[in-house]
């Protein structure tokens, strides 16, 4: 029978829930226990792939293809485990399912209402991904803020599932902000308090609170949350603003947050294996070496829309005792004759649409011809190969996603998609084998004839254009099992110029690099303190 520790949050969105629910599944899997980890989203789209990622945050793409919350993203890395798209419950998805089953006659001759159908639906799919799992826990994330309309029947859900699993075998987490007055250096509960009045007026009582805050909680404001919020004070956690996420987990550690969780789960306490985790934050922290990376694609204040690349960075970075400072570069300042100074490497990213993209292949362009290390994602592929057939086979070509009626377009939308015209989970996605060719750079970084990579994309490099590609002194180095599709893209007299289809940062973890990141900060490195 799995135990559930159901994730709350209060005061304000964006506070890093996601993360310290990701460090209590880490601590709780380094003791040996076997974790599985849910996130719901109370929105009412099917899934994150119609969502714009500039305002919600990078769609994150799962091996089975799933289009989710980024969140599963830091499952997958902090867990080092894969997930499925059912992990993702959104409201969307409940409704529809309900819908359909009403419809089916499922519910023949009832009034379908939220309590109890909607409700037993999402107790259903819980309970359900927690026994398939496997799992001796089962974490779960409820997104938005206490109070929002759209939680209501999940907090609801997870109410009654309390209720019936029982008082050892469910724990409330509730994450909540404690600002600091500037005026005055307090730190303020009356949020945290309100938040856990509203929680308890829909019937939960929080066991325990993580509250975040711009310093570590004082030992006052610890007992003043517990008064307030009928919560022992040894049940308050603080989890200071850190430089990197992945030093949570060891804070939230030294004031015995797992001690306290397997107790109120009624589950033995083991030691933890925090070893690996240890040292992999000391590398960070402690990198002598700095690199600058342009990451060229549409300006954004959302960090958060390129997550898994920044993470991706990290983990490179931490293998080569390296920092990776990224550098902005919005690519419309490109075409505008704003120069590329001062990088030790470049990388286009995964896009879709006009704006911008004749400004990434310049970009391109100019890391082909100085010789400065490169990494193409997807759409960076996609124009990497645009720029070759335009600058060296001297064609006026595109892809026809910008240009329909481009005279050569030697980049085309997938056979498959022809007169595709629902827009969501219609890509071509998830993890898909990849054959790599011997002796290529590729090859040197994978050290496997085969691979799976995950993939979310429309387009295609058109096969008639690959000889010609290739005669020219392109190498294609990795293809699909087809034959027929192109995956990877490198250039032998270039230092680092390597490109895929498919993305490589949605597989990238902690002491686990992705070898297109690696190789690419790898050159980096090389290129600003040579070999
Ligand atoms: N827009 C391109 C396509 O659909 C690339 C997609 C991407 O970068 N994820 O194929």
Same mark, same amino acid.
């Given at each position: 029978?799995?135990?559930?520790?159901?994730?709350?949050?209060?005061?304000?969105?964006?506070?890093?829930?996601?993360?310290?629910?990701?460090?209590?599944?880490?601590?709780?899997?380094s003791?040996?226990?076997?974790i599985?980890?849910?996130?719901?989203?109370?929105?009412?789209?099917?899934?994150?792939?119609?969502?714009?990622?500039?305002?919600?945050?990078?769609?994150?793409?799962?091996?089975?293809?799933?289009?989710?919350?980024?969140?599963?993203?830091?499952?997958?890395?902090?867990?080092?485990?894969?997930?499925s798209?059912?992990?993702?419950?959104t409201?969307?998805?409940?409704?529809?399912?309900?819908?359909?089953?009403?419809?089916?006659?499922?519910?023949?001759?009832?009034?379908?209402?939220?309590?109890?159908?909607?409700?037993?639906?999402?107790?259903?799919?819980?309970?359900?991904?927690a026994?398939?799992?496997?799992?001796?826990?089962?974490?779960?994330?409820?997104?938005?803020?206490?109070?929002?309309?759209?939680?209501?029947?999940?907090?609801?859900?997870?109410?009654?599932?309390?209720?019936?699993?029982?008082?050892?075998?469910?724990?409330?987490?509730?994450?909540?902000?404690?600002?600091?007055?500037?005026?005055?250096?307090?730190?303020?509960? =009356?949020?945290?308090?309100?938040s856990?009045?509203?929680?308890?007026?829909?019937?939960?009582?929080?066991?325990?609170?993580?509250?975040?805050?711009?310093?570590?909680?004082?030992?006052?404001?610890?007992?003043?949350?517990?008064?307030?919020?009928?919560?022992?004070?040894?049940?308050?956690?603080?989890?200071?603003?850190?430089?990197?996420?992945y030093?949570?987990?060891?804070?939230?550690?030294?004031?015995?947050?797992?001690?306290?969780?397997?107790?109120?789960?009624?589950?033995?306490?083991?030691?933890a294996?925090?070893? =690996?985790?240890?040292?992999?934050?000391?590398?960070?922290?402690?990198? =002598?070496?700095?690199?600058?990376?342009?990451?060229?694609?549409?300006?954004?204040?959302?960090?958060?829309?390129?997550?898994?690349?920044?993470?991706?960075?990290?983990?490179?970075?931490?293998?080569?005792?390296?920092?990776?400072?990224?550098?902005?570069?919005?690519?419309?300042?490109?075409?505008?004759? +704003?120069?590329?100074?001062?990088?030790?490497?470049?990388?286009?990213?995964?896009?879709?649409?006009?704006?911008?993209?004749?400004?990434?292949?310049?970009?391109?362009?100019?890391?082909?011809?100085?010789?400065?290390?490169?990494?193409?994602?997807?759409?960076?592929?996609?124009?990497?190969?645009?720029e070759?057939?335009?600058?060296?086979?001297?064609?006026?070509?595109?892809?026809?996603?910008?240009?329909?009626?481009?005279?050569?377009?030697?980049?085309?939308?997938?056979?498959?998609?022809?007169?595709?015209?629902?827009?969501?989970?219609?890509?071509?996605?998830?993890?898909?084998?990849?054959?790599?060719?011997?002796g290529?750079?590729?090859?040197?970084?994978?050290? =496997?004839?085969?691979?799976?990579?995950?993939?979310?994309?429309?387009?295609?490099?058109?096969?008639?254009?690959?000889?010609?590609?290739?005669?020219?002194?392109?190498?294609?180095?990795?293809?699909?099992?087809?034959?027929?599709?192109?995956?990877?893209?490198?250039?032998?007299?270039?230092?680092?110029?390597?490109?895929?289809?498919f993305?490589p940062?949605?597989k990238?973890?902690?002491?686990?690099?992705?070898?297109?990141f690696?190789?690419?900060?790898?050159?980096?490195?090389? +290129?600003?303190?040579?070999?």
């Amino acid at each position: 029978m799995p135990k559930y520790i159901i994730v709350t949050g209060g005061v304000l969105s964006g506070l890093g829930k996601g993360i310290v629910t990701s460090s209590i599944a880490l601590l709780l899997k380094s003791r040996g226990y076997k974790i599985t980890a849910i996130k719901i989203d109370p929105y009412l789209n099917c899934d994150a792939g119609t969502m714009n990622p500039f305002q919600h945050g990078e769609v994150f793409v799962l091996e089975d293809g799933g289009e989710v919350d980024l969140d599963l993203g830091n499952y997958e890395r902090f867990l080092d485990i894969n997930l499925s798209r059912d992990n993702n419950i959104t409201t969307g998805r409940v409704y529809k399912n309900v819908i359909e089953k009403e419809r089916r006659g499922d519910y023949l001759g009832k009034t379908v209402q939220i309590v109890p159908h909607i409700t037993d639906e999402i107790k259903g799919w819980i309970r359900r991904i927690a026994e398939e799992s496997g799992a001796d826990i089962c974490v779960v994330e409820i997104g938005g803020t206490v109070g929002d309309i759209e939680s209501m029947p999940f907090l609801e859900a997870v109410r009654q599932l309390h209720l019936e699993e029982g008082e050892e075998n469910v724990v409330f987490v509730h994450t909540t902000l404690v600002p600091i007055l500037k005026v005055v250096g307090e730190q303020k509960t =009356k949020p945290t308090q309100h938040s856990v009045k509203e929680l308890r007026a829909i019937g939960i009582s929080p066991d325990m609170i993580v509250a975040r805050s711009p310093e570590p909680l004082k030992k006052e404001t610890k007992e003043k949350i517990s008064l307030f919020c009928n919560v022992p004070v040894n049940a308050v956690f603080s989890s200071p603003d850190v430089e990197c996420i992945y030093e949570v987990p060891l804070i939230l550690e030294r004031q015995g947050i797992s001690k306290y969780i397997l107790q109120s789960l009624s589950l033995e306490y083991k030691e933890a294996d925090l070893k =690996k985790w240890e040292n992999f934050v000391n590398r960070i922290k402690g990198a =002598k070496k700095v690199v600058n990376v342009a990451m060229v694609g549409k300006y954004t204040a959302l960090g958060d829309s390129y997550i898994s690349i920044l993470e991706a960075f990290r983990h490179a970075g931490a293998e080569l005792d390296t920092k990776v400072n990224v550098v902005w570069i919005e690519a419309e300042e490109i075409e505008e004759g +704003k120069k590329i100074e001062g990088v030790d490497a470049i990388l286009v990213p995964g896009g879709f649409g006009e704006r911008g993209a004749e400004g990434k292949i310049m970009a391109i362009e100019h890391a082909r011809k100085n010789k400065i290390p490169f990494l193409g994602i997807c759409f960076g592929f996609q124009l990497a190969v645009v720029e070759y057939g335009r600058n060296v086979l001297g064609l006026d070509c595109h892809s026809t996603e910008i240009k329909p009626d481009t005279k050569h377009p030697i980049i085309m939308i997938l056979p498959e998609q022809y007169g595709v015209k629902q827009l969501g989970g219609t890509m071509r996605l998830g993890a898909q084998p990849i054959t790599i060719k011997e002796g290529t750079l590729a090859y040197s970084l994978y050290r =496997k004839k085969k691979i799976y990579e995950r993939h979310r994309h429309r387009y295609e490099v058109n096969p008639e254009y690959i000889d010609m590609l290739e005669k020219h002194g392109l190498v294609f180095s990795g293809i699909a099992e087809d034959k027929i599709r192109m995956e990877i893209l490198e250039l032998p007299d270039h230092p680092y110029f390597i490109a895929s289809q498919f993305h490589p940062e949605f597989k990238s973890r902690p002491l686990k690099p992705a070898p297109l990141f690696y190789g690419f900060i790898k050159a980096a490195v090389e +290129k600003k303190y040579g070999v």
